[in-house]
């Protein structure tokens, strides 16, 4: 796979490759990934995630399955009582509307029936938001839960599992730079999707 040169290879780091097979573009978003995968003609396209990019144009690429950007992918924050449970809810809520997601996030919080029943605090989102999740909660600083799970099979199972959602939010980022669907699927001839410094 040949890509094209950039000026500033390094502020490519986070963005896609799509490889269309006959040629290959870079500097996608998630969301602009989505729209190629969504459409019939490119279904079949690769998607790779530009994950370090260095000034002399080396960039490791990590390959990213197309399942990704069709999947939940969550976390949940478990604890022993309900009160601590709220608590999580309520500080994580905080956190979020100071330093808001890098994509849109559910958040419940939820009893799960059980012996013992477990309290949770579950945030669920696009899975190809993994990475931007992590660092976030990096970001923010959030330690909830006696016991975290994640994961897309834990999602499954979390809706299988029928929870009592006692109260629920919703978070959105602050502004996405994701192009239109139509400009996305416009400008699939560029090599250079956008142009960064």
């Known amino acids: 796979m ?7 290879p390094e ?16 500097g996608y978003t998630a969301e602009e990934i989505a729209v190629l995968l969504e459409t019939e003609k490119y279904a079949d396209g690769k998607v ?3 994950h370090r990019a260095m000034p002399d144009g080396t960039m490791e690429l990590q390959g990213i399955s197309r399942e990704k950007f069709q999947c939940e ?19 994580l809520s905080r956190l979020a509307g100071d330093v808001p997601p890098p994509c849109r ?9 059980g012996d013992p029943v477990t309290c949770l605090t579950a945030i669920i ?14 970001r923010i600083g959030f330690e909830g839960g006696d016991r975290v799970e994640g994961g897309m099979s834990q999602v499954t199972d979390y809706y299988a599992a029928n929870p ?6 919703q978070w959105w980022p602050k502004a996405s730079n994701s192009r239109s669907a ?8 560029l090599a250079v999707q956008r142009r960064l410094a």
């Open 2 to 8: 040949k890509l094209p040169r950039l000026d500033s």
């Open 105 to 113: 996030v559910k958040a419940q919080l939820a009893e799960v029936k």
């Open 11 to 26: 502020t490519y780091t986070g963005l896609y490759v799509f490889d269309f097979g006959d040629q290959v573009a870079l």
């Open 182 to 189: 139509e400009e996305v699927l416009a400008t699939t001839h």
């Open 48 to 50: 790779y995630r530009i």
């Open 73 to 91: 992918e969550g976390l949940f924050f478990c604890r022993a009582g309900i009160d601590e449970a709220r608590t999580d809810f309520e500080q």
């Open 125 to 138: 989102y696009p899975a190809e938001f993994t990475n931007d999740i992590s660092d976030w909660f990096h």
């Open 164 to 169: 009592a959602v006692i109260d629920r939010r």
